[in-house]
């Protein structure tokens, strides 16, 4: 039987509804705020916040772009009662989802429902705990039927969460097509450790690794200036990373290669002992207390260094964050197998061949804020 114009209309509204509702709760789940998820997808906050209303539709497009940032399947935005050939929507509710749903402002299962109830019982403390646990439990399961890396010691890794754009406003499919087309984009293999030496039809001479390339300056003048060494970059600004795959190409350098997403993922795949000079420049010092977790430089990223760079390795590593630098010179200086070689702060900078003004570093100098360059030595104590 035809449905009727006005029939058709209330289960497209409440489509978008469930839609919403689904986004808001995969996000909250997630501790992603509305700008958050917004600036993943080159949109205002207030988008995200008529997608989560229900008043405003999404292109098929843009929920597949959803599915990626928040980690579900597609099928997680279509609740199991709905059947688009029976009109009128319905969904059982039991008086503890009835009353939950009216706290939350959304629906959900009954068995998120139970967990949410525990979960407030609980502490802070142990609230953070349990969260610990969960996600590194559920990553350990995804990963039992995949090849460790090589001497790879630490805990269960867990999803690394990335925060701010991944693009400018004016990205085009064009030019995501170009870049993911390009011979120097590096896609990496679904499991297993990445040797970065077989990227490259000669084996290099030395390997470097730069860990957020920014807009490339350094990453392009060093490659240039050292044809013989193998270099390897990791920048999730996918502008950042089309600007500079064209600046190589200005110099005809083809002894680079560039993994377009998150530094860290690269990380977890690099094969011990590989790497000769790893380079982290102005990475973003995150200030605020409630964000030091999405810090680059961690006890979890330190683990990484001791573990790929070879002996006599060196670690560069520049910032205009004053907390920062104190933070990372406390490791470093603490751990015995690092020793510092060079420490320089601006207006005294290295006047190296390879090491360029970069545009951040120029920004910060413009705007006062003084600049700490160094250079750290490591040498594994047996």
């Not at 688009?84 to 989802?97: C, D, K, R």
């Not at 690794?209 to 996918?238: Q, R």
């Not at 377009?260 to 977890?268: A, I, S």
Request: proline letters at 7%.
């Amino acid at each position: 039987m035809t449905q009727s114009k006005e029939t058709l209309e209330q289960t497209d509204t409440q489509l978008q509804l469930t839609i919403g509702q689904r986004i808001r709760s995969r996000r909250l789940l997630l501790k992603m705020t509305q700008q958050d998820l917004a600036v993943t997808l080159g949109l205002s906050f207030q988008q995200i916040q008529k997608y989560e209303r229900g008043s405003c539709r999404l292109s098929a497009t843009r929920l597949v772009k959803m599915c990626e940032i928040l980690s579900v399947p597609i099928t997680y935005f279509f609740d199991s009662n709905f059947n688009l050939s029976n009109t009128p929507f319905t969904t059982s509710f039991t008086a503890v989802q009835e009353k939950k749903q009216a706290e939350l402002g959304f629906s959900l299962p009954v068995e998120q429902i139970k967990l949410l109830d525990l979960y407030e019982q609980m502490s802070p403390t142990v609230q953070e705990t349990v969260l610990d646990f969960m996600i590194g439990y559920v990553k350990n399961l995804n990963d039992i039927n995949q090849p460790v890396a090589d001497n790879i010691t630490h805990q269960p890794i867990p999803p690394h969460q990335t925060y701010g754009r991944r693009h400018s406003r004016r990205w085009s499919n064009e030019r995501e097509q170009k870049l993911i087309q390009h011979p120097a984009t590096l896609t990496l293999p679904p499991n297993g450790p990445v040797k970065l030496t077989s990227l490259f039809q000669n084996p290099p001479h030395r390997l470097w690794l730069e860990i957020g390339l920014g807009y490339g300056e350094h990453f392009i003048v060093t490659a240039c200036n050292y044809p013989n060494d193998g270099f390897v970059g990791a920048e999730i600004y996918l502008s950042g990373v089309s600007a500079t795959l064209e600046g190589l190409d200005a110099f005809s350098c083809n002894n680079a290669r560039i993994f377009p997403g998150d530094g860290r993922v690269l990380l977890d795949r690099v094969t011990s002992q590989s790497i000769d000079t790893l380079v982290l420049l102005f990475p973003d010092p995150w200030p605020k207390a409630k964000h030091e977790k999405r810090q680059m430089f961690s006890p979890y990223f330190m683990d990484h260094l001791k573990r790929i760079l070879k002996p006599g390795a060196l670690f560069r590593f520049a910032s205009d964050a004053a907390a920062y630098v104190d933070k990372v010179t406390k490791i470093l200086d603490k751990e015995p197998s690092f020793s510092c070689a060079h420490r320089w702060k601006s207006p005294n900078r290295p006047n190296l061949q390879d090491w360029p003004y970069t545009r951040y570093e120029k920004k910060a100098l413009s705007a006062g804020r003084t600049c700490e360059y160094f250079h750290y030595l490591f040498n594994p104590i047996a």
